[in-house]
């Protein structure tokens, strides 16, 4: 008798072990998930905002620190604080000389001056982060120096008087309109994307390089750092801007 119970008692453990969880428990199981990604959604999406707003300060600090020492370089070199995007002939904007003065050496990347201070095709080589489109070319210039420059229009070439500058800027170059990408289209495979802006025309132009983050938009996004090129009509110094209310 008292083995027969051991043994009833047993079979009905091990069959309750068995069954597992019922339907009611799997769905409780389920609501209380659900919740608990319901609340921490917001948390998360505001710690992805935080990191891209902290990363573009961190390119804004570290472009002006880089302005900073390429501009005491460029009074070293005797070079003028007055326009100095300069060159000759075809070569427009794409030589570095001795008798031109208006390119530094930044990581072994000839970089062209505005004013004394970075050019906006240049600020992306002051950067030490993965961004899209920074890419090089080699030229011997007219000192008869081999130089390594920025590729502005991401064809291999230097840019010159014959073609506008650039011509056809390569998609993903330094060079390619913010308003040339489509609305869909966001930046990816890279920490940083970068295009460039125009507003105004002649001495009223601004031209302007958006650094946007990774998963935010090309173009009418809310979430980028916007650098400036030194001009007459920005009072002769860079402009930095940050904006971080759609990231």
């Known amino acids: 008798m008292i083995g027969s119970i051991s043994h009833?008692?047993?079979?009905?453990?091990?069959r309750r072990a068995q069954a597992g969880f019922t339907l009611i428990e799997l769905v409780m199981v389920i609501v209380i998930l659900g919740i608990l990604a319901a609340s921490a959604a917001p948390r998360f999406m505001s710690f992805q905002a935080d990191a891209r707003a902290a990363s573009l300060k961190a390119?804004?600090?570290?472009?002006?620190?880089?302005?900073?020492?390429?501009?005491?370089?460029?009074m070293i070199l005797g070079t003028s604080v007055d326009y100095t995007e300069v060159g000759s002939g075809t070569k427009w904007n794409?030589?570095?000389?001795?008798?031109?003065?208006?390119?530094?050496?930044?990581?072994?990347?000839?970089?062209?001056?505005?004013?004394?201070y970075l050019d906006r095709n240049?600020?992306?080589?002051?950067?030490?982060?993965?961004?899209?489109g920074r890419k090089t070319v080699q030229?011997?210039?007219?000192?008869?120096?081999?130089?390594?420059?920025?590729?502005?229009?991401?064809?291999?070439?230097?840019?010159?008087v014959a073609d506008g500058g650039c011509g056809t800027a390569n998609k993903h170059s330094i060079n390619y309109m913010c308003s040339s990408y489509q609305s869909s289209e966001v930046c990816q495979d890279h920490d940083f994307c970068q295009c460039r802006h125009q507003e105004g025309s002649g001495d009223?132009?601004?031209?302007?390089?958006?650094f946007i983050p990774r998963g935010m938009p090309y173009k009418d996004g809310n979430c980028y750092f916007k650098y400036t090129t030194a001009e007459v009509v920005t009072g002769r110094v860079p402009v930095y801007k940050i904006e971080t209310k759609g990231c």
């Open 8 to 14: 009833n008692s047993v079979s009905l453990t091990q």
């Open 59 to 74: 390119l804004m600090g570290t472009v002006k620190s880089a302005n900073s020492m390429v501009y005491g370089k460029a």
């Open 94 to 116: 794409a030589e570095c000389t001795k008798k031109t003065k208006n390119c530094v050496e930044i990581d072994g990347v000839s970089v062209y001056f505005k004013l004394a």
């Open 122 to 132: 240049s600020v992306v080589f002051a950067l030490d982060a993965d961004i899209e």
């Open 139 to 160: 030229i011997t210039n007219e000192d008869g120096k081999t130089l390594v420059i920025p590729d502005r229009c991401g064809n291999g070439k230097r840019p010159n």
């Open 204 to 210: 009223k132009r601004k031209d302007s390089q958006f």
